[in-house]
Nanobody, 126 residues
Framework: QAHLMESGGDSVQAGGSLRVACEGD????????MAWFRQAPGKEREGIAS????????RYADSVKGRFTISQDNAKKTLYLEMNSLKPEDSGMYYC???????????????????WGQGTQVTVSS
């Protein structure tokens, strides 16, 4: 069974910071692309950040650019998302995703990713 486990979700005040993590295993910690998605109630899932393991190149959605940072610790098989200057509109369930496709173009679209975690809740209050 594929394993990706998110952690670190919490309730914070607007303007605050939070770091969420996603631990994988040998089968799910991708050699290629990994990403973070989020989904708020009543809204579509949004890809917000991705990273290519080979050269650690990153990609961000405009909604989080300059505030969020995606990173990896390969020794721990863990993906991170550092979130700063949080806004109420950042609230939602945050999911990590891993791709098995040997692609370096880590698009922020769900079709590229094969394994998904269960999510961790982030709530930002004003």
């Amino acid at each position: 069974q594929a394993h990706l486990m998110e952690s670190g979700g919490d309730s914070v005040q607007a303007g605050g910071s939070l770091r969420v993590a996603c631990e994988g295993d040998e089968s799910t910690y991708s050699r290629y692309c990994m990403a973070w998605f989020r989904q708020a109630p009543g809204k579509e899932r949004e890809g917000i950040a991705s990273i290519y393991r080979g050269d650690r190149s990153t990609r961000y959605a405009d909604s989080v650019k300059g505030r969020f940072t995606i990173s990896q610790d390969n020794a721990k098989k863990t993906l991170y998302l550092e979130m700063n200057s949080l806004k109420p509109e950042d609230s939602g369930m945050y999911y990590c995703a891993s791709s098995r496709s040997p692609s370096y173009d880590c698009v922020l679209r769900g079709y590229l990713y094969h394994d998904w975690g269960q999510g961790t809740q982030v709530t930002v209050s004003s």
